[in-house]
């Protein structure tokens, strides 16, 4: 199915049901809840990506998070690692606000998008290689919708990164062989009818966070990077 517009193709996400382990996770955990939202209605459904339609810049991570895009409905929302991501794009001229935690709180990305191979929410934060493939059309779909203005994609993460290429190099960008290897501040640029910057940073987890394996600082050179090279 063809789509002509990314508010299109994000309704469409939103009612998928392909991957039927998926489906049983997220609609579990938005009726079984966790005890400090005990009160609130969880989304339970595929998340789309968030951001405008005219974005120079992508942000590329893994999957939503059990409570947090799981719950609210929106990528990086209502949980630790939004939070860490957010505040860098905010310091660095990427979000209209430091903060995001539900749907309507104001916040705007600035020529940027948020998005993710995986659109639910999987157990133990690990979607298989074949929940990764069959959501695969939805991420390739966006990028095809953003190319006319895309310039630059960070890559929060291993996973994500070996998602990405495959997508990358079928929407008819040239992907280096053998293909690069993912690591955090490793640059690739892309050649094909509009040139692309390629931009591997460690996903801002809980555990990457607090290992120190990502620090604000390290995120926000990464995002600095990425503004540059998106002509933001």
Same mark, same amino acid.
Request: charged letters at 25%.
């Given at each position: 199915?063809? +789509?002509? %517009?990314? =508010? ?8 998928? $049901? $392909?991957?039927? #382990? &998926?489906?049983?996770? /997220? ?17 339970? #459904?595929?998340? =789309?990506?968030?951001? =405008? ?8 991570? &893994?999957? =939503? ?8 409905? /929106?990528? +990086? ?18 979000? %209209? ?11 705007e990305l600035l020529g940027t998008r948020i998005t993710a191979p995986v659109r639910c929410a999987p157990p133990d934060n690990k979607? @298989? ?6 959501? #695969? ?5 966006e990028l095809e919708l953003l190319m006319p203005t895309l310039r630059a994609v960070v890559v929060l993460g291993g996973f994500g990164?070996?998602? *990405? ?8 960008w040239e992907v280096p062989r053998p293909r690069p290897v993912f690591g955090h501040g490793r640059e690739v640029d892309l050649s ?21 394996? *990502? ?8 995002? @600095? ?8």
């Amino acid at each position: 199915m063809r +789509f002509r %517009s990314l =508010p299109e193709l994000d309704t469409a996400v939103t009612g998928c $049901r $392909r991957c039927p #382990r &998926l489906v049983a996770w /997220r609609e579990e955990v938005a009726r079984v809840k966790r005890a400090a939202f005990r009160d609130e209605d969880y989304w339970g #459904r595929p998340v =789309p990506g968030f951001g =405008p339609p005219d974005a120079r810049l992508a942000i590329v991570g &893994l999957a =939503p998070a059990a409570h947090g895009g799981n719950r609210t409905g /929106r990528m +990086f929302t209502g949980d630790r690692s939004g939070e860490f991501l957010f505040a860098a794009m905010h310091a660095t001229g990427l979000a %209209s606000q430091p903060t995001g935690d539900r749907p309507d709180d104001g916040l705007e990305l600035l020529g940027t998008r948020i998005t993710a191979p995986v659109r639910c929410a999987p157990p133990d934060n690990k979607p @298989t290689p074949a929940e990764r493939d069959t959501c #695969r059309p939805w991420l390739a779909t966006e990028l095809e919708l953003l190319m006319p203005t895309l310039r630059a994609v960070v890559v929060l993460g291993g996973f994500g990164w070996q998602a *990405l290429l495959p997508v990358l190099a079928a929407a008819g960008w040239e992907v280096p062989r053998p293909r690069p290897v993912f690591g955090h501040g490793r640059e690739v640029d892309l050649s094909g009818d509009r040139p692309l910057r390629l931009i591997g940073c460690f996903h801002p987890s809980q555990r990457n966070t607090q290992t120190g394996l *990502l620090t604000p600082v390290m995120l926000r050179e990464v995002l @600095t990077t990425a503004r540059t090279a998106a002509g933001l």
